[in-house]
Nanobody
Framework: VQLVESGGGLVQPGGSLRLSCAAS??????????IGWFRQAPGKEREGVSC????????YYGDSEKGRFTISRDNAKNTVYLQMNSLKPEDTAVYYC????????????????WGQGTQVTVSS
């Protein structure tokens, strides 16, 4: 299974970005996986940002992301998106997507597959 993130970049505070996580692999079916987004800023621990489950499409967000970020999935395209609005400097980090055949979790060790990450920088 391969996960490839894209869509990161430099944006001013208050701006928006949409991250994509494209999944592929022999026999891979996105329907069977919960997809989580994590981020890691320099000198900080990795933290969970959002997750979308496979069973009923339930969506989960960290407290600081609620109301600003929206996660969605397009199973036909094997892609999960993270729409990020009202971005703040503290959102600056490398963002990773990860896949698990289990349900959503905020713990990175619960995930089996990871992308290489995409840099998001929020600065004026």
């Amino acid at each position: 299974v391969q996960l490839v993130e894209s869509g990161g970049g430099l944006v001013q505070p208050g701006g928006s970005l949409r991250l994509s996580c494209a999944a592929s692999g022999p026999g891979f079916v996105l329907d069977y996986y919960a997809i989580g987004w994590f981020r890691q800023a320099p000198g900080k621990e990795r933290e969970g940002v959002s997750c979308i489950s496979t069973s009923d499409g339930s969506r989960y967000y960290g407290d600081s992301e609620k109301g600003r970020f929206t996660i969605s999935r397009d199973n036909a395209k094997n892609t999960v998106y993270l729409q990020m609005n009202s971005l703040k400097p503290e959102d600056t980090a490398v963002y990773y997507c990860a896949a698990t055949e289990d349900d959503c979790s905020g713990y990175g060790q619960e995930y089996d597959y990871w992308g290489q990450g995409t840099q998001v920088t929020v600065s004026s």
